[in-house]
Nanobody, 124 residues
Framework: VQLQASGGGLVQAGDSLRLSCGTS????????LGWFRQAPGKEREFVAV????????DYGDSMKGRFTISRDRAKKMVYLQMNSLKPEDTAVYYC??????????????????WGQGTLVTVSS
């Protein structure tokens, strides 16, 4: 499985941005497709996850109510809609995929496939 993240950029606080993750290769219905982010000097942080069949979705605590993850199986794309962006959302955002049990969905070390990352910068 190969992943390609895109859509990052420089925005102002309060703005919206949509990240996209293109996938190639076989993805099973029970694969998890996740977004993680990493700010300078900080550990990689769980952002959101969706089961490829769409049956399960979850978000990091600080993203709930602002971010929405979705996927288009026909286009083999995963999206992260980010609204009400804050300066603390500034980070490199990565999409990831793997056959991960739901209970381990927030653990970046459980994901085998990673995209190259896209930088999101939110100015105040």
């Amino acid at each position: 499985v190969q992943l390609q993240a895109s859509g990052g950029g420089l925005v102002q606080a309060g703005d919206s941005l949509r990240l996209s993750c293109g996938t190639s290769g076989p993805i099973a219905s029970n694969h998890l497709l996740g977004w993680f982010r990493q700010a300078p000097g900080k550990e990689r942080e769980f952002v959101a996850v969706i089961r490829w069949d769409g049956s399960h979705v979850d978000y990091g605590d600080s993203m709930k109510g602002r971010f929405t993850i979705s996927r288009d199986r026909a286009k083999k794309m995963v999206y992260l809609q980010m609204n009400s962006l804050k300066p603390e959302d500034t980070a490199v955002y990565y999409c990831a995929a793997s056959r991960v049990i739901w209970g381990a969905r927030t653990r970046s070390d459980q994901y085998f496939y990673w995209g190259q990352g896209t930088l999101v910068t939110v100015s105040s």
